[in-house]
């Protein structure tokens, strides 16, 4: 999928713009604060139907206006061209539409338009909590496998329930009983697709991190799961006691996670700074390769916002390379403050580009 024009209007601090873009990569530069990661945001806006970064759908409406709207013009592997449009007034309805006709459910446009993003945020994947983890597994998944994000409400949604009942004083057992049933079943699809996830990521993760580090560090990926206890309604009943002490559920798939080590130990207290952001661009790649391989022939959407912060020149270089020049990537959006810096990159690897200097006069 590649998107031809890009059009804005009250988005965040973006009052009006259009842009026509590169098939190849689009630059993005200026200093802090100008905008440059709100273009990007707009595009993943596109995909996901929501911002990367603003839960509150409020705070994506630009100071002192009433609306704001996203449209995209794209065009798919077979040439067909699509329309995406997103608008929101204050205190109205979200409407999202794909060639003229909304969407009853958002969860149906979710995997039309593959994309894979890297952004300073994503420390938290190191850092963070499991939630983090398991996040990057979901959508990871669920851009290429429907029937995967229906699982995950369904699971969601059953779990919500269970947490409720558990904070009363005397809940009904017999729908505590029909809830972990629930979360079992789609629980136990949950953990086998991502199981296949993690197998397949580890493998290309450890292709890529070898790329950019030139095979100076030994690092891994693998997924710990409550399933892997026994069988998940099992482990679910067994922990009701405590549970119900607690106020909420202890086991079930919503407390896996994906363990990160570098040298046979946890990245979190291994890596330095630069070992830990070629760690999260490495995984990042991995995601967009498994989508590829699984999108029926489509290529992602690439968006590297701020990637160059933290790395050594050498590491640099070898990731724009990577990602510029090769036939495995498509339509790639970069950020950087450096315009020096990005144009001699660019020039010595010789790709094809558009650069926006922002902010635009």
Not at 7 to 36: A, P, R
Not at 316 to 321: F, H, S
Request: aromatic content about 10%; glycine content about 10%.
């Amino acid at each position: 999928m590649i998107l031809k024009k890009l059009t804005i209007i009250n988005y965040k601090n973006i009052e009006e713009s259009t842009l026509v873009l590169s098939e190849n990569l689009n630059c993005f530069v200026g200093h802090n604060g100008v905008g440059k990661t709100n273009f990007l945001d707009a595009v993943y806006y596109l995909s996901f139907c929501k911002s990367a970064f603003s839960s509150a759908e409020l705070q994506n409406i630009r100071h002192g206006e009433e609306f704001f709207m996203i449209e995209g013009e794209y065009v798919d592997e077979m040439g067909e061209g699509e329309n995406v449009y997103c608008g929101m007034k204050a205190g109205g309805k979200k409407h999202f539409k794909r060639n003229g006709k909304e969407y009853r459910k958002l969860a149906e446009h979710i995997g039309m338009i593959p994309l894979i993003m890297l952004s300073p945020s994503d420390y938290w994947l190191i850092e963070g909590g499991g939630d983090e983890r398991r996040k990057l597994m979901d959508m990871t998944i669920s851009q290429c496998d429907a029937g995967y994000l229906d699982s995950l409400i369904n699971y969601n949604r059953a779990l919500h329930q269970r947490n409720v009942m558990l904070k009363y004083e005397n809940p009904d057992s017999d729908l505590l009983g029909v809830l972990e049933e629930q979360m079992a079943e789609y629980g136990v699809r949950i953990y086998e697709k991502r199981c296949s996830l993690v197998r397949e990521l580890a493998v290309l993760f450890g292709k890529y991190y070898s790329i950019i580090s030139s095979d100076r560090e030994c690092v891994s990926l693998s997924y710990k799961s409550h399933c892997q206890r026994g069988c998940l309604i099992d482990v679910i009943r067994g922990g009701r006691i405590k549970d119900l002490a607690v106020g909420f559920s202890l086991h079930g798939i919503h407390r896996d996670d994906l363990v990160m080590e570098l040298g046979g130990f946890p990245i979190r207290r291994e890596g330095s700074q630069g070992q830990n952001k070629s760690y999260i661009i490495a995984l990042k790649l991995a995601q967009y390769a498994y989508l590829y391989n699984h999108g029926g022939g489509r290529k992602p959407l690439l968006l590297l916002d701020d990637i160059f912060d933290k790395l050594d020149a050498e590491r640099v270089e070898r990731i724009v390379g990577l990602v510029g020049c090769s036939d495995e990537f498509g339509q790639i959006f970069i950020t950087d403050t450096n315009r020096e810096h990005i144009d001699k990159i660019i020039r010595r690897q010789g790709v094809n580009h558009k650069l926006f200097e922002l902010p635009f006069s």
